[in-house]
């Protein structure tokens, strides 16, 4: 349990900094990520706690589409990512800014590498996921679509959304959906084998 509980953690933690990186290089945040940023300056409240909410909107979304109990410990996975990013933004990373577009390129690229590791990490140890990744699952189950499907349309969702919103919608945005997968595809089984080993 400790093992788990040390993934889980680590992994959180990667997670967060990787969506702070990429929101501080301007370019375009991830879909729900931009939904955030938008409703951040909307209802002058803070990225994390727009991201906490918009989270504890998709657990009772996702309990009615998949027709179970709301799955409240869920809220703690997203609480904590809203309250790291918070930290990140605000007295973390307050230190850096990008200064051009190579250097917000630059921020938007290492995000993504380390929000991707976060993920892969803290998969393996099952514990309670990101309401927004449960969406997805929820949609394939609700629809019959298949996963890549899924994802489409739980990204356009959120994009439409972060449009609405006049959140930070961009050419980040495109190359977040565009290569997270493949950073996440590769981590994975090197994070879910360091986590059968270590767990033993």
Not at 45 to 61: A, D, E, R
Request: some cysteine.
């Amino acid at each position: 349990m400790k093992v788990r509980f040390a993934f889980y953690c680590i992994g959180l933690v990667c997670l967060s900094l990787g969506v702070s990186l990429i929101i501080k290089g301007d370019l375009g945040a991830a879909p729900w990520d931009a939904l955030a940023v938008g409703e951040s300056y909307l209802f002058h409240l803070s990225i994390g706690t727009c991201i906490f909410f918009n989270g504890c909107i998709l657990i009772v979304i996702n309990a009615l589409l998949l027709r179970e109990r709301i799955q409240w410990l869920a809220a703690i996975s997203i609480f904590i990512i809203g309250m790291l990013v918070d930290f990140w933004i605000k007295s973390g990373l307050f230190w850096a800014e990008p200064y051009g577009f190579l250097q917000q390129l630059a921020f938007v690229l290492i995000g993504i590498l380390i929000l991707g590791i976060g993920i892969a990490i803290y998969l393996p140890a099952k514990l309670p996921s990101s309401p927004m990744d449960t969406f997805m699952i929820a949609i394939h189950h609700r629809f019959g679509l298949n996963l890549r499907n899924a994802r489409l349309l739980n990204e356009a969702i959120a994009i439409t959304l972060a449009m609405v919103a006049h959140g930070a919608v961009g050419i980040g945005t495109v190359i977040v959906a565009c290569t997270l997968g493949f950073v996440i595809h590769f981590f994975y089984p090197i994070t879910e084998h360091m986590y059968g080993k270590w767990g033993m």
